[in-house]
């Protein structure tokens, strides 16, 4: 089966740094990417990382460590816009292009 | 800019009816998926299709079906609505990268359609 976990919430200040980690044990792996989901809006990608290392975009960075099956987004100057659901997922090696996500970080930003 | 569209924002259904969700995107993507979504549970697969034709079973497909006759238009069927189904459902196709993004594996979601069965 698959399985990714990830922190159910967080909670952080306006312009402090946030980090939500994802491990993940699933049959193929591909690469990892990351969702921003507001309330009642639909997820929109974020970030991808398909080999070991950070990347950067923005105010958001991913990082990936595939021996170790984890991951991590940081946001950066966190903003109250930041406020929202961020989902995990992992593509598995399949030409479909099949993914499986994590159960979501509520995230939280106070002024 | 890549759009997906749904053909409903909100659904009202009573049990035992047939229930279609349409999607449509306008991008040519070959691959598309549909997922629902409920509280503490994530996105959960129930069907995708990786070309006109084809689908494969996705992790929670039992009490749906899907229909790919065209590339840009996927259906989810409900069979038989049951008062479980009520939840959001998200459709994504998935495609090459946007201007600066680095994947080949970014899905593109539509607005989704929140279905309440009664």
């Known amino acids: 089966g698959q399985s990714l976990e990830q922190p159910s919430e967080v909670t952080a200040v306006e312009g402090a740094i946030v980090q939500i980690n994802c491990t993940y044990q699933?049959?193929?792996?591909?690469?990892l990417s990351w969702y921003q989901q507001h309330d009642g809006g639909a997820p929109t990608f974020l970030s991808y990382?398909?080999?070991?290392g950070l990347e950067e975009t923005g105010r958001f960075s991913s990082f990936l460590s595939r021996s170790d099956s984890y991951g991590y987004l940081l946001l950066q100057e966190l903003q109250m816009k930041d406020s929202a659901s961020y989902f995990c997922?992992?593509?598995?090696?399949?030409?479909?292009?099949?993914?499986?996500f994590g159960d979501g970080t509520t995230l939280t930003v106070k002024p | 800019d890549v759009k997906v569209t749904q053909s409903s924002r909100y659904l009202v259904k009573r049990t035992g009816e047939k229930v279609f969700l349409e999607c449509v995107q306008d991008?040519?993507?070959?691959?598309m998926f549909w997922y629902r979504q409920d509280p503490g549970l994530g996105l959960r697969l129930i069907y995708f299709s990786y070309d006109v034709k084809m689908k494969e079973k996705g992790d929670i497909p039992e009490g749906y079906s899907v229909s790919r006759e065209k590339k840009e238009r996927f259906s989810l069927i409900l069979e038989s609505a049951s008062t479980n189904q009520t939840s959001m459902y998200l459709c994504a196709s998935l495609g090459g990268p946007l201007a600066g993004a680095k994947s080949t594996d970014t899905q593109y979601f539509g607005p989704g359609t929140r279905l309440t069965v009664l």
């Open positions: 997922a992992v593509s598995l090696n399949t030409n479909a292009g099949k993914s499986t």
């Open positions: 699933t049959s193929g792996f591909y690469g």
């Open positions: 991008m040519d993507h070959e691959n």
């Open positions: 990382n398909g080999l070991d």
